[in-house]
């Protein structure tokens, strides 16, 4: 079974300060790594696919990774506005094309 | 609009009640997901359509739950005799094609089962 675990659950920080989401995971071969942000009270918005071990997706402030066991979403510089809940989810290579999500970090950037 | 729309945004039911969820995808997007979400917790897949077809309905809970998209376009999640734990934001996605995993979420419709 496919299975993803985010850290930490949630994390504050101050505007300006730098830090990493992690998401580790366990799948039968995978497909696709995908991190979506979501905002109180509206869908997962989409941010990053990432196929391979050793490839890096960038976007503002952010930049996804990817290993074998596990993905980083790094946050540079945070602003405010960065602050949602940050989901990370998996898609096996065989068969269906669900996706497996974590249960999220829950960022907050003080100002 | 542009975007995937969900309908009721809300719902509030009483325990054994029939409920109907109505998900209008992007348009030209072929394939459409439902998701469910609890608070705290990531969304549960329940089940795609590729055109007009289920492809994996492996994530209805039980047979309470059923889906329809009979034109390729819009979709229906049905749920009948619902019960408490139903209660959860239902969430619609589309997508261009099964690949990528860049999938378009509405904002969801919450249901509340008393």
């Known amino acids: 079974e496919d299975q993803v675990t985010q850290s930490p659950e949630a994390l504050r920080l101050q505007e300006g300060e730098s830090s990493s989401l992690n998401c580790s995971y366990t799948?039968?071969?995978?497909?696709?790594l995908f991190w979506y942000r979501q905002d109180p009270g509206k869908g997962p918005e989409f941010l990053f696919t990432l196929y391979s071990a050793g490839e890096e997706k960038e976007k503002e402030r952010l930049k996804a990774t990817l290993t074998k066991k596990e993905s980083f979403l790094h946050i540079t510089a945070p602003k405010p506005e960065d602050s949602a809940t940050y989901l990370c989810a998996v898609q096996a290579e065989a068969g269906s094309y669900q996706l497996t999500f974590g249960k999220g970090t829950k960022l907050s950037v003080i100002p | 609009g542009a975007g995937v729309s969900q309908t009721p945004s809300n719902k509030v039911t009483e325990k054994g009640k029939y409920v109907e969820l109505r998900c209008d995808p992007i348009?030209?997007?072929?394939?459409l997901y439902w998701y469910r979400q609890s608070l705290g917790q990531g969304p549960e897949f329940l089940i795609y359509f590729q055109g007009t077809g289920a492809a994996d309905d492996s994530g209805l809970p039980n047979d309470r739950f059923f889906a329809v998209r009979p034109e390729g376009s819009v979709s229906t999640l049905k749920i009948q005799r619902t019960e408490r734990g139903d209660s959860a934001v239902y969430l619609c996605?589309?997508?261009?094609?099964?690949?990528?995993?860049?999938?378009?979420f509405g904002e969801g419709s919450r249901l509340t089962v008393l």
């Open positions: 348009s030209g997007h072929t394939a």
């Open positions: 799948v039968s071969g995978l497909r696709g």
């Open positions: 996605a589309s997508s261009l094609g099964l690949a990528g995993g860049e999938l378009f």
